[in-house]
T-cell receptor, first 111, second 114 residues
Framework: QQQVKQSPQSLIVQKGGISIINCAYENTAFDYFPWYQQFPGKGPALLIAIRPDVSEKKEGRFTISFNKSAKQFSLHIMDSQPGDSATYFCAATYSGTALIFGKGTTLSVSS | DGGITQSPKYLFRKEGQNVTLSCEQNLNHDAMYWYRQDPGQGLRLIYYSQIVNDFQKGDIAEGYSVSREKKESFPLTVTSAQKNPTAFYLC?????????????FGSGTQLSVL
């Protein structure tokens, strides 16, 4: 119930392509869904977040799509660049509880 | 600059030894967290504290202990009871424990067993 399942584990995309990472959850109490980006040897940093009352949120090249009925949400990175190569974590939380993270996706953007 | 400082960056533990990881924040945040990161396992919650002098166990608290005597500081002790301590440890904080508050992370401590 508390898990957030993330896929794929790793992803290779050509420069300029679209990167798509998916997450699924079971607990319908979750009401905040952030994505974090982590570079090697560093702590994760918030990339973008969404609440379940909207179906999509866009910030620059990064878009979250949210499907409440399917209990799924995804991160789309448009025009992927080598600098986007990092590990991405989806997460979920509710009512002030600690964030629960997915297992992460390692993205490599080839030039 | 405001932020979260973790030290040391690298730490080695001998068998049977307790070690303490430091986490200091100058963001005036109420809530602080410790996560453990293993390759392919994501971030798993060890302990968290929503206010000074109070803390709660996370999903993998066995073999770890914490204290929160000051708002700025949330040290994590890895005890000898933790049989597999090798991991990347991340400290984080947020202004309050409200749901949509941004979580800030430190740069982590890599703990290895000698």
């Amino acid at each position: 119930q508390q898990q957030v399942k993330q896929s794929p584990q790793s992803l290779i995309v050509q420069k300029g392509g679209i990167s798509i990472i998916n997450c699924a959850y079971e607990n319908t109490a979750f009401d905040y869904f952030p994505w974090y980006q982590q570079f090697p040897g560093k702590g994760p940093a918030l990339l973008i977040a969404i609440r379940p009352d909207v179906s999509e949120k866009k910030e620059g090249r990064f878009t979250i799509s949210f499907n409440k009925s399917a209990k799924q949400f995804s991160l789309h990175i448009m025009d992927s660049q080598p600098g986007d190569s990092a590990t991405y974590f989806c997460a979920a939380t509710y009512s002030g509880t600690a964030l629960i993270f997915g297992k992460g996706t390692t993205l490599s953007v080839s030039s | 600059d405001g932020g979260i400082t973790q030290s040391p960056k690298y730490l080695f533990r001998k068998e049977g030894q307790n070690v303490t990881l430091s986490c200091e924040q100058n963001l005036n945040h109420d809530a602080m967290y410790w996560y453990r990161q293993d390759p392919g396992q994501g971030l798993r919650l060890i302990y968290y504290s929503q206010i000074v002098n109070d803390f709660q166990k996370g999903d993998i608290a066995e073999g770890y202990s914490v204290s929160r005597e000051k708002k700025e500081s949330f040290p994590l002790t890895v005890t000898s009871a933790q049989k597999n301590p090798t991991a990347f440890y991340l400290c984080a904080s947020r202004r309050t424990f409200a749901t949509n508050e941004k979580l800030f992370f430190g740069s982590g401590t890599q703990l290895s067993v000698l």
